[in-house]
């Protein structure tokens, strides 16, 4: 069963490992102007630590294909994509999003939403995959903004769904900044079930409704995020009894981050993830991640901090013997 349904993923080149199931392109990233906002080299760097670390081998990595438009098309306006795709985009459209538009910019897109379904196909299969990219919650059917044109994992949610490899999706949102995007995609949708855990006086000033918005106080720590992390995610489990679980593994909450305003530690973001997707397999649930946002000036901190979450994967992955 997990060979055929491998066969039929969008992987170009892996093979089957006992070890955490990895996913990576090297181009999830583009080129950016000196000194942009957005840490665009983080993505190699995550592999590169990764690797470096001995935490992975290039054998256990899957390395995705480019989403097709049609794909897309099942979660943005063709409008829209049509305009991305092709650079018409307005230069007000393209400062909503805070990039200016690139032919660089669309592949990086297509392969990271191309990898977040990989990463979710193989953990339907496999019960857990990480990616190296992904979490670009922000974006809406008919718009990008806050550095996300196309958001993955509503399209990956959709696609698994419309491919009927998934009945119900949960997206566990644990980003420092609530999952706009994907609660407004989803809000008339009982397949999918959003949970946004976010801090409340932050990016976006207009929130929308997911199903579930948890609203954090400015320099929150460790031991209450978990709390909170701990108090709604089993009931929802428990009531919604989904197929496959997203999960957006932020640190931007990290008392670090530029754009954070939360107090967590190295140690309270290894705890979180470890905690979120132990739980997961344990009550056998199919669980991908993605890494969200983070944001800082010294690339290789953050970097190193984003691999947290393939760092406890890892050891659920050793621990529960998958």
């Given at each position: 069963?997990?060979?055929?349904?491998?066969?039929?993923t969008?992987?170009?080149?892996?093979?089957?490992?006992?070890?955490?199931?990895?996913?990576?392109?090297?181009?999830?990233?583009c080129?950016?102007?000196?000194?942009?906002?957005?840490?665009?080299?983080?993505?190699?760097?995550?592999?590169?630590?990764l690797?470096?670390?001995?935490?992975?081998?290039?054998?256990?990595?899957?390395?995705?294909?480019?989403v097709?438009?049609?794909?897309?098309?099942?979660?943005h306006?063709e409008?829209?994509i049509?305009k991305?795709f092709n650079?018409?985009?307005s230069d007000?459209?393209?400062r909503?999003?805070?990039?200016?538009?690139?032919?660089?910019?669309?592949?990086?897109?297509?392969?990271?939403?191309g990898g977040?379904?990989?990463?979710?196909?193989i953990?339907?299969?496999?019960?857990?995959?990480?990616?190296?990219g992904?979490?670009?919650?922000?974006?809406?059917?008919s718009h990008?903004?806050?550095?996300c044109?196309?958001?993955?994992?509503?399209?990956?949610?959709?696609?698994?769904?419309?491919?009927?490899?998934?009945e119900?999706?949960?997206?566990?949102?644990l980003?420092?900044?609530?999952?706009?995007?994907?609660?407004?995609?989803f809000?008339?949708d009982?397949?999918?079930?959003?949970?946004s855990?976010?801090?409340?006086?932050?990016y976006?000033?207009?929130k929308q409704?997911?199903?579930?918005d948890?609203?954090?106080d400015?320099?929150?720590g460790?031991?209450?995020?978990?709390?909170?992390?701990?108090?709604?995610?089993?009931?929802?489990l428990d009531?919604?009894r989904?197929?496959?679980?997203?999960?957006?593994?932020?640190?931007d909450?990290?008392?670090?981050?530029?754009l954070g305003?939360?107090?967590?530690?190295?140690?309270?973001?290894?705890?979180?993830?470890y905690?979120?997707?132990?739980?997961?397999v344990?009550?056998?649930?199919p669980?991908?991640?993605?890494?969200?946002?983070?944001?800082?000036?010294?690339?290789?901190?953050?970097?190193?901090r984003?691999s947290?979450?393939?760092?406890?994967?890892?050891?659920?992955?050793?621990?529960?013997?998958?």
């Amino acid at each position: 069963m997990r060979l055929s349904l491998l066969q039929h993923t969008s992987c170009s080149t892996w093979s089957i490992s006992k070890r955490l199931p990895i996913v990576h392109h090297e181009d999830y990233v583009c080129y950016l102007p000196p000194n942009h906002r957005f840490p665009m080299p983080k993505f190699t760097k995550i592999y590169n630590c990764l690797l470096k670390d001995g935490i992975i081998d290039e054998k256990q990595v899957a390395k995705p294909q480019k989403v097709s438009e049609e794909t897309v098309h099942t979660v943005h306006t063709e409008e829209y994509i049509s305009k991305f795709f092709n650079g018409t985009t307005s230069d007000k459209e393209q400062r909503i999003t805070g990039f200016k538009w690139s032919s660089g910019l669309v592949k990086r897109c297509r392969y990271e939403t191309g990898g977040t379904i990989l990463a979710s196909e193989i953990a339907l299969s496999r019960g857990l995959a990480s990616s190296t990219g992904g979490g670009t919650h922000h974006a809406f059917p008919s718009h990008g903004a806050g550095f996300c044109l196309i958001n993955d994992m509503a399209v990956a949610a959709r696609h698994l769904i419309k491919k009927s490899k998934a009945e119900k999706v949960l997206l566990v949102d644990l980003d420092v900044h609530q999952g706009d995007g994907s609660a407004d995609i989803f809000k008339d949708d009982p397949s999918v079930f959003t949970l946004s855990v976010h801090c409340g006086k932050n990016y976006p000033a207009r929130k929308q409704s997911s199903d579930l918005d948890v609203s954090v106080d400015v320099g929150m720590g460790d031991k209450d995020y978990l709390a909170v992390v701990k108090e709604h995610l089993p009931w929802i489990l428990d009531t919604f009894r989904p197929d496959l679980v997203i999960y957006d593994a932020g640190v931007d909450p990290h008392l670090k981050d530029d754009l954070g305003k939360l107090n967590l530690t190295d140690q309270g973001l290894f705890d979180r993830d470890y905690w979120v997707m132990d739980y997961m397999v344990k009550r056998g649930y199919p669980c991908s991640t993605v890494i969200g946002g983070g944001y800082s000036k010294d690339i290789d901190e953050l970097a190193l901090r984003h691999s947290i979450v393939h760092r406890a994967a890892t050891k659920v992955w050793n621990d529960r013997g998958l």
